[in-house]
């Protein structure tokens, strides 16, 4: 890397949409490479990780978002507990 340089980060969306055109085959990593202006290895480098992590996408229950009603609720329904104790203490105290 030449001095000066600064290196870039990618949005997740980019490296996604990258990836899935090296997977899909229609161009080489050196043509996706000259188009993205990304280098061939970094484009290799999200490959790989997309097909390794992509058994992920399938885990899990059918529309589930990783976290259930109740773990959603529970810290709001705690919250409103807190809030109702604190005005029964300042109607007593006013």
């Known amino acids: 890397m030449e001095v000066g340089t600064k290196r870039r980060k990618h949005a997740a969306e980019f490296k996604a949409k990258v990836a899935l055109e090296a997977v899909k085959g229609v161009r080489t990593l050196s043509e996706l490479s000259s188009v993205y202006k990304v280098h061939p290895t970094a484009i290799g480098q999200w490959k790989r990780r997309l097909l390794e992590g992509a058994a992920g996408v399938f885990e ?35």
């Open 60 to 94: 899990g229950e059918i529309g589930s978002l990783g976290k259930s009603e109740d773990d959603l609720t529970g810290p709001l329904y705690e919250k409103i507990g807190r809030l109702e104790v604190e005005v029964d203490w300042l109607k007593k105290k006013l």
